[in-house]
């Protein structure tokens, strides 16, 4: 179950880390997997995606960090409150009337793996 646990919590931080490049650097392009229709063109369309950006990098690297300079326990409950992100968007493309398969197919499970992943290293039972 720890390697289990372990490349997850891998596999999630350097996901969204390279997620959040996108982001940053191709904007337009990396907000068509997400779920939702395009933001309407605008003058600051493209430095509003690249907000997320920062703040993707950032989750990953805050995970890294803790994975790094930390014990499991706290990597685990560090994910655990970070899978709320893709809880929350799998709600907001929903809600949105979004891409169901989105929502469900990369939000939700990406919350349900961070879930699984975190439990272990929390409870000990790694």
Known sequence: MYWF????VLL?????ILIGLMYLFNPRAAATGFGLPLPEAGANTTWWLRLKGVRDVVSGLVVLALL???GTRIVGIALLVQAVT???DMSTVLGAK??????FGIHGLT???MI???????T???
């Open 5 to 8: 646990s372990m490349s997850i």
């Open 12 to 16: 999630v931080s350097v996901g969204i």
């Open 68 to 70: 790094t300079w930390s």
């Open 86 to 88: 893709p809880l929350g």
């Open 98 to 103: 979004g891409s169901v398969k989105h929502a």
């Open 111 to 113: 919350a349900a793996l």
């Open 116 to 122: 699984l992943a975190a439990l272990p290293l929390i």
């Open 124 to 126: 000990g039972a790694v």
